[in-house]
């Protein structure tokens, strides 16, 4: 019978939740790094046993982390990130220029195809790759050509949070940073282009026109279907039907379309997920009621999905690399919150149960279903 391992990144270390593919009982193993921030774990598709993780502290710098067995043992590997020739300056907070920093490793994805290939998106924002297992990185610095001395960070920083790995090809790339857009390589990351046409934000980013400035919080795909992008913007759900050349908004009837994670269901590429939060100053459920809404319908018709979630008095925030799917039948749905809870629904988000409480706060949730 097969397992899901859902692997959790918190504020105080990373968590592995296991199951069989009933996903009724839970174990749970951790704190692995107690105590550090940990930004992300993913696994290898090609390797479910490989797995990598952001370990990252303003003190203690940044550790890229690599298990070879499932997260039972865990080695650290290369740490070194550096921007490649002169990186130049790109657009601070008051609109002065501010030179490129590296601060963390937000995001980490490993190739569908060779375990000792990952990508890694970084803050001040760049993308990275390594195909030594994580013991060495290099830059592609392609994607800071595309206007760089314009970007400017968001609230939480100039970070790349979101890296996509098309399966129909695989020199098609797509990335998001906050707050510069989103982007798309054809060449296996050489070459970047911006795909924000169609994007604007009333008071942030009125000019629909503009290639980059973007707050893009993140975007999903289906494998099936892998020219439809579905995003989840600083406000408004969008969705492109030709691989990001354009954008219209499919926010529809939901309370806010305020909010970070969006994601895609396994088996019906039409069916989305998202968790509205009340604003961007205000990081908590509207009317303090914890609400997944599933669009069967690519978007603009939403319902609400509640049973087994608290609707009253909850005023956590789920951040934008906090919620994923499995890939059994019924597709399972996946979400953490900043209160410390992991919440999963076996039936694509008809019922919820929390399979973990009382974590640190929930950074990244990703899942993992194994032979």
């Not at 994580?134 to 206007?147: A, H, I, S, Y």
């Not at 314009?150 to 920083?157: D, H, I, K, R, V």
């Amino acid at each position: 019978m097969s397992g899901v391992r859902v692997l959790v990144g918190t504020h105080k270390g990373a968590f592995i939740l296991t199951s069989d593919a009933k996903r009724e009982q839970w174990q749970v193993s951790g704190p692995h790094f107690a105590g550090w921030d940990i930004y992300h774990v993913k696994g290898s598709p090609a390797d479910p046993n490989r797995l990598y993780a952001s370990q990252t502290s303003g003190w203690f710098g940044q550790v890229i982390q690599r298990s070879d067995d499932g997260g039972q043992t865990w080695e650290p590997v290369g740490n070194e990130f550096v921007y490649d020739g002169n990186p130049g300056t790109h657009q601070w907070y008051d609109g002065t220029q501010h030179p490129w920093e590296f601060t963390r490793v937000w995001y980490l994805e490993p190739s569908p195809s060779d375990p000792d290939t990952v990508y890694a998106g970084v803050e001040d924002a760049a993308l990275f790759r390594s195909s030594d297992g994580g013991q060495t990185w290099q830059e592609l610095p392609g994607l800071r050509d595309v206007k760089g001395h314009l970007w400017q960070p968001g609230a939480g920083g100039m970070c790349l949070h979101n890296i996509i790995l098309d399966p129909s090809d695989p020199q098609r790339i797509y990335i998001a940073i906050s707050a510069a857009g989103a982007f798309r390589s054809q060449d296996g990351g050489q070459n970047w282009q911006p795909i924000n046409e169609g994007l604007k934000s009333g008071y942030e980013l009125p000019d629909a026109t503009a290639e980059v400035g973007h707050c893009v919080h993140s975007i999903a795909m289906h494998a099936s279907r892998p020219e439809v992008l579905f995003m989840q913007k600083h406000w408004d759900v969008m969705r492109s039907d030709d691989s990001g050349d354009s954008w219209y908004e499919v926010s529809g009837d939901l309370p806010s379309d305020f909010g970070f994670p969006i994601a895609v269901h396994a088996h019906e590429p039409n069916t989305v997920f998202v968790v509205p939060i009340k604003s961007d100053s205000e990081h908590y459920p509207p009317d303090g009621k914890l609400r997944v809404y599933r669009s069967r319908k690519g978007g603009n018709e939403w319902q609400a999905l509640t049973e087994g979630l608290p609707q009253s008095n909850c005023y956590v925030n789920v951040l934008r690399s906090a919620m994923a799917v499995d890939s059994l039948d019924p597709c399972g749905v996946y979400f953490g919150t900043t209160g410390g809870q992991v919440y999963a629904s076996a039936d694509s988000g008809d019922h919820w149960t929390p399979i973990a409480r009382n974590l640190p706060a929930v950074f990244s949730v990703e899942v993992q279903v194994l032979p």
